[in-house]
């Protein structure tokens, strides 16, 4: 066999160069049958935008899965294409005919119910029955880790699905918390995930570059994509906190697993359950759309979509960062998942508090509008010259 090192090359490598080959095809593809993203009260374009992105990024992916399952032996990779697979269809589906929240809802559902299946009848499926230590508990029941697996796949996927609203910010975000989720699997010597996030991660590149500078090459990642990254994440964190995961060696280093995944999906995950609690405060369905999301906060303070992405994705580093300190200074596992707790409903304040701020147009808010301005370079040297090469490849 391969040694792993080349194996990640040519994964990750080859992840890269079919997802950049894929780009124009399936540009071209959504121009003429005509799939793309129309302007609306809630969207923030102002013109049709082909919105089949997700297609390049699966298709990045499904040869260097094929691989992993061929070179690893990892048979379980055959659940997770097919489970991809129907996620972007589902998504596709959804952008074309816009289905509705409660059916892709039990759609969701049923998908993660059927891959529950193979960790109660094989024994290299994964679930979440294991909370390495917090709250002194270790591995617990299947009638706790059954629901708290839904919930937890369901939650993760829909949320990643719900920030994908300014250019770059869903596949900005999916490249980098692959790229830390690789790493933490490939220090705990768990290659197969190392290398599923790892390909993920560059599967994802060629659409953010086109996404993010690209003029006539932009194009939107779409439903299918954002429900491929998000159930890819959610697989990252089944892969962290099952039972048989070679990554609970970290706890016995005091790290807390469970404050460390919820580090990395911070933002996601308490936005969303901001937004859908205000919704159902106010009697709405915690599934209607609006434009109440965090990064609709930047873009109303004037924000660039590159730098209200960028911004977010600083913002969500910062909270790993300060988890990683709490680690280093010797706080325990319950007093790191506070911690993040509180990162959490902190970040869900201000946002409550700038909007206060929008409310009565004061000296804050108008600083913040102020620095808003200065973010947009679109138009600028770098930029046009990041954009005329996007465009050409």
């Given at each position: 066999m391969l040694p792993f090192s080349s194996i990640i090359i040519i994964c990750t490598a080859g992840a890269l160069l079919i997802s950049w080959l894929a780009f124009r095809p399936c540009l071209k593809f959504a121009k003429k049958h005509n799939i793309v993203d129309k302007p609306d009260k809630r969207k923030l374009q102002d013109h049709p935008v082909p919105v089949f992105g997700?297609?390049?990024?699966?298709?990045?992916?499904?040869?260097?899965?094929?691989?992993?399952?061929?070179?690893?032996?990892?048979?379980?990779?055959?659940?997770?294409l097919g489970a991809i697979l129907i996620l972007w269809i589902i998504g596709v589906l959804d952008d074309v005919y816009k289905l509705s929240a409660?059916?892709?809802?039990?759609?969701?559902?049923?998908l993660i119910w059927v891959l529950l299946w193979q960790p109660l009848v094989e024994s290299n499926g994964l679930m979440i029955?294991?909370?390495?230590?917090?709250?002194?508990?270790?591995?617990?029941?299947l009638f706790t880790a059954i629901p708290l697996t839904m919930v937890a796949c369901v939650g993760i996927i829909n949320s990643i699905n719900l920030i994908?609203?300014?250019?770059?910010?869903?596949?900005?975000?999916?490249?980098?918390?692959?790229?830390?989720?690789?790493?933490?699997?490939?220090?705990?010597?768990?290659?197969?995930?190392?290398?599923?996030?790892?390909?993920?991660?560059?599967?994802?590149?060629?659409?953010?570059m086109h996404n993010v500078f690209g003029q006539n090459s932009k194009m939107f990642i779409g439903d299918g994509g954002s429900l491929v990254i998000g159930f890819v994440m959610a697989y990252d964190v089944l892969a962290m906190l099952d039972s048989q995961s070679p990554?609970?060696?970290?706890?016995?280093?005091?790290?807390?697993?469970?404050?460390?995944?919820?580090?990395?999906l911070c933002i996601p995950v308490f936005d969303t359950l901001r937004v859908m609690f205000a919704r159902m405060f106010h009697g709405e369905s915690p599934f209607m759309p609006d434009k109440t999301h965090l990064h609709h906060l930047f873009i109303d303070m004037?924000?660039?979509?590159?730098?209200?992405?960028?911004?977010?994705i600083f913002i969500q580093l910062t909270?790993?960062?300060?988890?990683?300190?709490?680690?280093?200074?010797?706080?325990?596992?319950?007093?790191?998942?506070?911690?993040?707790?509180?990162?959490?409903?902190?970040?869900?304040?201000?946002?409550?508090?700038?909007?206060?701020?929008q409310k009565v147009n004061n000296t804050i808010w108008q600083r913040?509008?102020?620095?808003?301005?200065?973010?947009?370079?679109?138009?600028k040297g770098f930029w046009l010259t990041m954009q005329r090469v996007i465009d050409k490849l």
């Open positions: 997700g297609a390049t990024v699966v298709l990045g992916m499904l040869l260097p899965l094929i691989g992993i399952i061929s070179l690893l032996h990892a048979n379980q990779f055959g659940y997770i409660s059916l892709r809802f039990f759609l969701e559902l049923g029955n294991n909370l390495c230590g917090l709250f002194g508990r270790y591995e617990i029941s994908d609203g300014v250019d770059g910010y869903s596949s900005g975000y999916g490249i980098i918390t692959n790229i830390i989720f690789a790493t933490i699997f490939f220090a705990t010597n768990n290659y197969p995930m190392g290398i599923f996030a790892s390909v993920t991660a560059a599967a994802l590149i060629p659409f953010y990554c609970h060696i970290l706890v016995n280093q005091g790290i807390g697993m469970v404050a460390m995944t919820l580090s990395i004037g924000f660039s979509h590159a730098a209200t992405s960028s911004t977010i909270v790993i960062a300060i988890w990683y300190i709490s680690f280093l200074c010797g706080l325990g596992i319950d007093g790191q998942f506070y911690l993040v707790i509180f990162l959490g409903l902190s970040i869900c304040g201000w946002y409550y508090y700038m909007r206060h701020c913040f509008c102020h620095i808003g301005q200065w973010t947009h370079f679109e138009h």
